[in-house]
């Protein structure tokens, strides 16, 4: 009896303070217009909520790619809407996957009711091409607290990166992205609606970024953080040393590394 009473305890101290995790709520009619929703136990009254998404080129990934991630940022006590997106194609680009995201926020939004945490004032991170996002609906709509990017591309108007792009068989997604042919002679305003780096508004922002990262060069998030700086814009930039494109988030130390300099951001702007 005294074991099994043990076994009672330890069973009720593990499950208590774990998270309870929503998979796949639709918030549209693509099958890609979903999300995962991970709350804590506890009173979510005042603790922030994050909305994350997923990198992928634009073009490939989804929920899985983050869903470890998002997880970790949950257990330091925080509302995770890990958010999935349409790709690019002819008909869908970049101002329509702001609309997803857009969607995704008014979802998390209406149905915060249900689960008990803040109906608006949230946080948003990204990683790739889903930093490029993140930084672009955080600049745009204005209505995050905090944006956090994680080897974000976030300049798409000047001729050498899309050379750069071109060289590494990017050039086609990101002509979709922007729904225009990029134009080597002349302005490219298609592109320059699509550049964070052109968009920026007063919205706190760490950039965390790789200084050997083949795919986005390290400049990328160098070049932004000092026109934000120039900008008057609250912003922090980590350079990981030696880290390629996925920042350190497959390794477990730099993960953690990672994951606790977010939450830190996100603890410091959630007022």
Request: aromatic share 10%.
């Amino acid at each position: 009896m005294k074991h099994f009473l043990l076994f009672l305890l330890f069973a009720f101290c593990s499950s208590f303070g774990q998270s309870k995790s929503f998979s796949h709520l639709a918030y549209g009619k693509s099958s890609q217009q979903a999300l995962d929703l991970y709350i804590p136990n506890g009173d979510l009254k005042e603790i922030p909520v994050v909305i994350l998404l997923h990198g992928g080129a634009w073009s490939m990934g989804g929920l899985q790619y983050n869903s470890k991630h998002a997880q970790d940022i949950c257990n330091k006590g925080f509302v995770v809407a890990n958010v999935d997106y349409r790709y690019v194609t002819e008909e869908i680009s970049a101002k329509d996957l702001l609309a997803d995201i857009q969607a995704a926020v008014t979802y998390v939004s209406d149905v915060s009711g249900k689960y008990g945490y803040a109906k608006k004032g949230y946080h948003i991170v990204g990683i790739s091409a889903g930093a490029h996002l993140a930084l672009l609906y955080g600049y745009t709509k204005k209505n995050m607290k905090s944006i956090t990017a994680l080897c974000a591309p976030s300049r798409l108007d000047s001729v050498e990166v899309l050379e750069f792009l071109k060289k590494n068989v990017l050039l086609d997604v990101i002509e979709k992205l922007a729904g225009a042919k990029f134009n080597t002679t002349g302005t490219n305003p298609a592109f320059i609606a699509i550049s964070p780096f052109r968009n920026i508004s007063n919205t706190p922002t760490l950039l965390i970024h790789g200084d050997a990262d083949p795919l986005v060069n390290v400049s990328q998030s160098q070049n932004l953080y000092a026109e934000l700086k120039s900008k008057g814009v609250e912003t922090k930039l980590l350079i990981r040393e030696g880290k390629g494109h996925d920042v350190g988030m497959n390794s477990p130390d730099t993960e953690a590394q990672n994951i606790k300099d977010i939450t830190d951001w996100i603890i410091m702007h959630n007022k």
